[in-house]
């Protein structure tokens, strides 16, 4: 439930604003504004709720956490009103709106808090009521910047509902220090409030974690599996070697080799291609082995990989719990969930995981030109279209390791489809190690000349994109 105007009004009498300073500026959600004052030598802060059900000005007494990357509205306040002087504090009427006035020398600046649930706002205006910047843009109601803010109609109040509106809640299940309305109703939002409560966002931790945690296990399950499947490779290869061994027994008709294992001294039996002869068969079992080499190597990084982000996300977990403070609660959990458009990336472009490899792709010629000045060593393999404009890729490299077929070709593919060749389907490309590419001179940014290059022919996989999640 929001304050009603008798509760706003009481809370405005506790604070006393007139005359106190703006020290700092603190908006750490997209609905709650934090102005930390300073009067007669005493510092307070003054949290702002515009979340629906939750509307309210008061002060707070804990500690408001800063929002890892600075917000509009906020950067306008710091820029405007920021070390001004609180000259004026009113609540107009029985209305729940609240104004206050800034000074700084001539300049003057009103503000109007609207605490109304479904339609609050902060707006910011000059003398004129020129509306200079506003919490929540909404063209509609002309809150906008360069609009007109009107205020709304002060009516008389009859005795009904004078009566009505002086009703002021006691809080008397809010245990506090001091006693003062403004604590009762900052530790009762605290406990209760629809958006910052912490029953209420200990509950949303608690479902977030739920289903990441067991989405990584069911994932985690499924690369051990695979993993166990690949534990008979040295039973591969000793198969090979059997073939070898007795490879004079093939007929060309029998779909089973039977022979005797030298290392067991027991007699066991093979199943081989009759069309093929001894060291094609016998290739199959050693092809099957390198595979499960090379796939064991990639899961345990996958592996390892996934039981680092469980741990990670069981600590998380584990300190929303014992946090007591819901804004710092919600701000952990808005970096839990916050929209991969959101998450502020290491580097401009595209970033693919695959198999323990990493590939990136630049989109325009600015996101390629800053991969490769930036992003990129001299071992990482590049790939791009011939012929056609579009992205450079990269294939990050690995100590020891050559690229795979199959992440040369996922490479390949991503070069292609963000190409102007992916009307076409198909395209060739060269690709070659980024200490062969040379920048070309008042060229175009992204221009490269590379050299030591080799040629792929791609046609456009459809499957493998999807696999990439394209």
Not at 450 to 460: F, G, V
């Amino acid at each position: 439930m929001s304050l009603n105007a008798a509760e706003i009004s009481l809370i405005l009498t506790e604070l006393n604003l007139k005359d106190a300073f703006i020290r700092q500026i603190i908006q750490n959600s997209f609905d709650t504004i934090c102005f930390n004052i300073f009067k007669n030598g005493m510092s307070k802060n003054i949290l702002i709720c515009l979340a629906a059900g939750s509307c309210r000005i008061h002060e707070t007494f804990s500690e408001v956490p800063k929002n890892e990357k600075p917000l509009r509205f906020m950067q306008f306040l710091k820029a405007h009103i920021k070390g001004c002087r609180i000259s004026e504090c009113e609540q107009i009427g029985l209305e729940r709106i609240v104004k206050i006035v800034f000074t700084r020398g001539d300049e003057k600046l009103l503000m109007f808090i609207r605490l109304w649930s479904g339609a609050a706002n902060i707006i910011v205006t000059d003398e004129s009521l020129k509306i200079l910047d506003v919490f929540f843009r909404r063209p509609k109601r002309n809150e906008i910047t360069g609009g007109t803010f009107i205020l709304p109609e002060i009516r008389e109040r009859n005795e009904n509902e004078k009566a009505k509106y002086s009703i002021v809640r006691n809080f008397d299940e809010v245990k506090t220090k001091n006693g003062t309305f403004n604590e009762k109703v900052d530790k009762w939002y605290a406990l209760h409030s629809q958006s910052l409560s912490l029953k209420v966002l200990r509950e949303q931790a608690q479902k977030h974690y739920d289903t990441q945690r067991s989405r990584m296990e069911n994932a985690l399950l499924k690369l051990e599996e695979k993993r166990n499947s690949f534990l008979f490779a040295e039973q591969w290869k000793h198969q090979g070697d059997l073939i070898l061994s007795f490879g004079h027994l093939i007929d060309n008709e029998k779909k089973i080799l039977e022979c005797t294992d030298y290392i067991t001294n027991s007699v066991i039996r093979i199943p081989i291609d009759p069309k093929k002869n001894t060291h094609e068969n016998a290739a199959i079992f050693y092809d099957k082995y390198k595979k499960a080499v090379s796939g064991l190597e990639e899961l345990e990084i996958d592996i390892s990989k996934l039981k680092s982000e469980i741990l990670n996300i069981d600590l998380i977990y584990e300190k929303i719990q014992k946090e007591e403070n819901p804004l710092r609660i919600e701000q952990m959990l808005r970096k839990q969930t916050k929209p991969k458009q959101q998450i502020i990336k290491k580097h401009p472009g595209l970033q693919y995981e695959i198999s323990g490899w990493t590939i990136l792709v630049g989109r325009t010629s600015t996101e390629n030109d800053e991969l490769l000045r930036h992003h990129t060593k001299g071992l990482d393999m590049w790939l791009h279209c011939r012929d056609f404009s579009g992205a450079f890729v990269f294939i990050k490299n690995r100590p020891g390791k050559t690229v795979p077929l199959d992440i040369l070709l996922d490479a390949a593919n991503l070069a292609v489809y963000f190409s102007k060749a992916r009307k076409n389907g198909k395209a060739n490309l060269f690709y070659t190690q980024v200490k062969h590419l040379r920048r070309a001179k008042n060229a175009s940014k992204g221009t490269v000349l590379p050299t030591n290059e080799k040629n792929i022919y791609i046609s456009l996989d459809k499957e493998r994109l999807r696999k990439l999640g394209i």
